[in-house]
């Protein structure tokens, strides 16, 4: 069993700066991937960013050039940094980390933060 605690959201002007932490129970070098979601109103949870235990990275579109995924191993914590926030970044932001046994591949999700970004 993981559990995933998020921090770091909040209310943020259009071109500001957050960064969300989401810590482990567990050392995060027994995960294969770790993650961040995010859900808006009305909208499905989409990936903004994630980063594979080989140290590959993937970012959404949207957010490329502006958030940064990253971990600390010695704090079983997986950052995102962002930047240059918009309107849009505004939704729930989820932290997800996938455990591969011989069983198979198995999600863990957060609570989830807030984040609002006012215009």
């Known amino acids: 069993q993981v559990q995933l605690v998020e921090s770091g959201g909040g209310l943020v002007q259009a071109g500001g700066s957050l960064r969300l932490s989401c810590a482990a129970s567990r050392s995060i070098l027994t995960f294969n991937a770790m993650a961040w979601y995010r859900q808006a109103p009305g909208k499905q949870r989409e990936l903004v960013a994630a980063?594979?235990?080989?140290?590959?990275?993937n970012y959404a579109d949207s957010v490329k050039g502006r958030f940064t995924i990253s971990r600390d191993n010695a704090k079983n914590t997986v950052y995102l940094q962002m930047s240059s926030l918009k309107p849009d970044d505004t939704a729930v932001y989820y932290c997800n980390v996938k455990l591969a046994n011989l069983y198979g591949i198995y999600d863990y999700w957060g609570q989830g933060t807030q984040v609002t970004v006012s215009s």
């Open positions: 980063l594979s235990s080989g140290e590959r990275t």
